[in-house]
């Protein structure tokens, strides 16, 4: 029996993460078709395919085209998931408002009773609109990109859970913000529809203040699910979920080293690169690529500040990419904005080694400042910005494995 043919449709699909989705969700084909809108209605009166998802911008411009419509879909007015029956009919449906149900759902997030401020108005709201008045919240107020001004959004300071389905601070433009959450002294949760970067500067606000988060990657794989189900007629197990959710924010996060100077993490992750076919990024010596001279030359001629900030311009460019592995200088930690390039799309481990085993060589401040020095001011920051800590072994094969260990165990808690 031949497999059945699905795929996306949309413009543009370039960055489309769906293949590797439905590929841990179901055994069947699953093809990227981006075309122009005037071809959206001759490939679907075509009817070569068994199931389709729709992507923008044409969830709504299939919806003429289509025989029946389910009542979520209906109600949101878009469509996001065609199924070509037995019969050879089309019928619609929005799985993003079950993908958006099961993002609350995973990380506990009760709407009922609360005041939802969602920022911007396009499809995605109108999902994050239904959903939340399907649950009962007991005011939701929307704020288009026209409205999102500091006089607008004190206004809603009593806001209980905030929803951003706008695009400010997708990737490439990563590090905006559509808001400060300093203007929500209340909330109880914030959550982001956008999955590329893993951890959105408003999702970084919202760690930075102890507000419970959630990210769009558990909202794409769910709808993926749910789509699954209707491609195959069949439900998926939650474990296949679990697990689809888990390896596709493994492949695509970086694996980000910090430590003290020496201690082992250009080594390490040249290791680890290599045993998982990641491209390996040493950010010193990148550094030196741009500067055209090497450290102790910069840190001699133009001082520390210039090399701190070359140093964020070169982390700034490697943080935002997907599946590196990026060593770190020893002191990169320091500045708060490094802090946060770290976080938004990598797993961070930080790598530990006793400070009498740290060499001097080729590094600057280790040579004028003593390691316990180094260590006292860096300490904390190591361990704000890290998801765990591991020793590091005199055999690097041994660390080798601790670290692959730690990583095939890792699951990200904000996925």
């Given at each position: 029996m031949s497999k059945l043919r699905c795929g996306l449709i949309g413009n543009p699909l370039g960055?489309?993460?769906?293949?590797?989705?439905?590929?841990?969700?179901?055994?069947?084909?699953?093809?990227l078709w981006p075309m122009e809108e005037d071809a959206v209605a001759p490939f679907l009166y075509a009817r070569d395919f068994d199931a389709i998802n729709v992507t923008i911008p044409y969830k709504k411009t299939v919806m003429p085209h289509l025989d029946r419509i389910a009542d979520e879909?209906?109600?949101?007015?878009?469509?996001?998931?065609?199924v070509k029956e037995a019969d050879g009919s089309l019928s619609g449906y929005n799985t993003d408002y079950f993908g958006f149900s099961a993002m609350l759902d995973r990380r506990?997030?009760?709407?009922?009773?609360?005041?939802?401020?969602?920022?911007?108005?396009?499809?995605?709201?109108?999902?994050?609109?239904?959903?939340?008045?399907?649950?009962?919240?007991?005011e939701v107020a929307v704020i288009t990109h026209r409205e999102n001004t500091p006089e607008t959004l004190a206004k809603h300071g009593d806001a209980e859970?905030?929803?951003?389905?706008?695009?400010?601070?997708?990737?490439?433009?990563?590090?905006?913000?559509p808001a400060s959450l300093a203007f929500f002294p209340h909330l109880e949760a914030v959550v982001d529809m956008i999955y590329n970067p893993a951890r959105?500067?408003?999702?970084?606000?919202?760690?930075?203040?102890?507000?419970?988060?959630?990210?769009?990657?558990?909202?794409?794989?769910?709808?993926?699910?749910?789509a699954a189900e209707l491609f195959m007629h069949a439900p998926i197990p939650d474990t296949v979920f679990g697990a689809a959710l888990t390896a596709v924010s493994k492949a695509k996060r970086n694996l980000a080293l910090v430590g003290m100077p020496g201690c082992g993490k250009s080594t390490v992750g040249r290791?680890?690169?290599?045993?998982?076919?990641?491209?390996?990024?040493?950010?010193?010596?990148?550094?030196?690529?741009e500067a055209g001279r090497p450290i102790p030359a910069i840190f001699a001629e133009d001082g520390e500040a210039v090399f701190r900030d070359l140093e964020s311009a070169v982390l700034a460019r490697f943080s935002k990419q997907s599946s590196l592995v990026i060593a770190t200088g020893g002191g990169a930690v320091i500045r708060a904005e490094n802090r946060h390039l770290l976080r938004e799309?990598?797993?961070?481990?930080?790598?530990?080694?006793?400070?009498?085993?740290?060499?001097?060589?080729?590094?600057?401040?280790?040579?004028?400042?003593?390691?316990?020095?180094?260590?006292?001011?860096?300490?904390?920051?190591?361990?704000?910005?890290?998801?765990?800590?591991?020793?590091?072994d005199?055999?690097?094969?041994?660390?080798?494995a601790r670290v692959t260990s730690w990583w095939d165990g890792f699951s990200d808690a904000n996925a």
């Open positions: 960055h489309s993460w769906s293949p590797e989705i439905h590929a841990i969700l179901g055994d069947y084909d699953y093809t879909a209906r109600r949101i007015g878009s469509v996001n998931t065609i506990g997030f009760a709407l009922a009773g609360k005041k939802v401020v969602i920022l911007g108005s396009g499809g995605a709201s109108v999902t994050a609109q239904t959903v939340a008045a399907d649950r009962g919240a007991r859970i905030l929803v951003n389905t706008t695009p400010v601070g997708m990737f490439p433009k990563n590090g905006e913000s959105t500067a408003l999702i970084l606000d919202a760690e930075e203040r102890g507000i419970p988060s959630v990210s769009g990657l558990p909202m794409l794989v769910a709808q993926a699910k749910m290791l680890f690169a290599e045993k998982t076919g990641r491209t390996f990024i040493d950010l010193d010596e990148e550094i030196v690529k799309n990598s797993v961070v481990l930080h790598l530990t080694r006793p400070l009498d085993a740290l060499p001097k060589d080729g590094r600057p401040l280790s040579q004028t400042h003593s390691a316990e020095s180094l260590w006292e001011a860096r300490r904390d920051f190591y361990r704000a910005v890290s998801d765990a800590e591991l020793p590091v005199p055999d690097p094969a041994l660390t080798l």
